[in-house]
């Protein structure tokens, strides 16, 4: 089977590997907690979509989507 690119599994890829450098900075400013906590959410997006290109069904699919959205609103914040 022939992998296509995928903007949205891209695009989580290299946002978690900014959220990983900022995280850094955060603690080098010795923020550990937000840093701990914007890292977990940050990169917990990724791992929801990739996830979700293996879901079971459209609706596992969706639900997998929509907390990788929920972990979003969190990182945003």
Known sequence: MVKKDNPVVDKSIN???M???FCEL???ERKFVVANQLLKSGTSIGAN???S???ESRADFIHK???AL???EETKY
Do not use: G, P
């Open 26 to 28: 955060l603690e080098k």
């Open 19 to 21: 959220v990983i450098e």
């Open 53 to 55: 290109q293996n879901a």
């Open 65 to 67: 989507m929509k907390i």
């Open 70 to 72: 929920k972990e979003l």
């Open 49 to 51: 979509v990739h996830e």
């Open 15 to 17: 946002f978690a590997l």
